[in-house]
C-alpha cells in the first residue's frame, strides 16, 4: 500500500471548517483513500473514504485531487468533540491482502474555544 | 448491537507470563485483525484473518501467536510476556472487498502492563 504524509498537528478554532491535508503521491489506480480518526485512548472510528471521486457524508467532505496524489479531509463545523489524531489511509480493495490498514502518524487536530 | 468486544480491558502481566486476548464480533465479518498501539505511536499491525481457520502475520508477529476457530472470535496469545510487550491492543474487524461497507470497526482497546 501507498504511503501517506500528513503534518503532526493543527488547530481549529470551534465553529469552522478544519481542512486536514493528506499526501499520497504513489497511490496506485486500485487504491483508495480512508480516514479514520481516534478520540484520545479509543479504537479508531472510521469517518470516509474515496477512490476518485470527492465524497461526502454526514461526518465529513473528502476532496481528491484530479491526480489522486492528495486529499483533503473537511470538517464542515469543527466543535471540541473533533478533537482527535486523524488518520490518513491508503489501502487496495484486495481479498487477498486481507484490506489491512496501514496507520502512519496522524495529525493531531485540536479544535479550541 | 455490540459490534467489536474486547476482553479484557485492563491487564497487569509478569515477565514470562502468558494470557490471551480476546476479541469478539456480532457482524458476521470475514476479516479480523490484531494491532498494538505504543505511546504516541500509530497503530501497528501484528496478525490478521481473512476468515474462520485462516491467520497471517502482519507487521510487528514476534511474540505473539493468533487463532481463529470461529469466525466470530479472534484471539491473541502471549507465550512468555516481555516488558516491551506493554501496549494498548486493538481488534477490528471488516467485510471483504465488493461488499458495500468495507470499513474497519474497532473495539476500544486492551490496555496491557508487563513488569
Known amino acids: 500500500d501507498a504511503k501517506t504524509t500528513q503534518p503532526p498537528s493543527m488547530d481549529c478554532a470551534e465553529g469552522r471548517a478544519a481542512n486536514l491535508p493528506c499526501n499520497h503521491s504513489t497511490i496506485s489506480g486500485n487504491e483508495y483513500v480512508y480516514w479514520y480518526r481516534q478520540i484520545h485512548s479509543q479504537g479508531p472510528q472510521y469517518i470516509i473514504h474515496g477512490l476518485k471521486n470527492n465524497e461526502t457524508n454526514e461526518m465529513a467532505s473528502l476532496i481528491i485531487t484530479e491526480d489522486r496524489k492528495s486529499s483533503t479531509l473537511i470538517l464542515p463545523h469543527a466543535t471540541l468533540r473533533d478533537t482527535a489524531v486523524y488518520y490518513c489511509?491508503?489501502?487496495?480493495?484486495?481479498?487477498?491482502?486481507?484490506?489491512?490498514?496501514?496507520f502512519g502518524g496522524g495529525t493531531r487536530l485540536m479544535v479550541k474555544p | 448491537n455490540a459490534g467489536v468486544t474486547q476482553t479484557p480491558k485492563f491487564r497487569v502481566l509478569k515477565t514470562g507470563q502468558s494470557m490471551t486476548l480476546l476479541c469478539a464480533q456480532d457482524m458476521n465479518h470475514e476479516y479480523m485483525y490484531w494491532y498494538r498501539q505504543d505511546p504516541g505511536m500509530g497503530l501497528r499491525l501484528i496478525h490478521y484473518s481473512v476468515g474462520e481457520g485462516t491467520t497471517a502475520k502482519g507487521e510487528v508477529p514476534d511474540g505473539y501467536n493468533v487463532s481463529r476457530l470461529k469466525k466470530q472470535n479472534f484471539l491473541l496469545g502471549l507465550e512468555s510476556a516481555a516488558p516491551s510487550q506493554t501496549s494498548v491492543y486493538f481488534c477490528a474487524s471488516s467485510y471483504v472487498f465488493g461488499v458495500t461497507n468495507t470499513e474497519a470497526f474497532f473495539g476500544q482497546g486492551t490496555r496491557l502492563t508487563v513488569v
Open positions: 489511509i491508503v489501502r487496495a480493495e484486495n481479498n487477498n491482502a486481507g484490506n489491512m490498514l496501514t
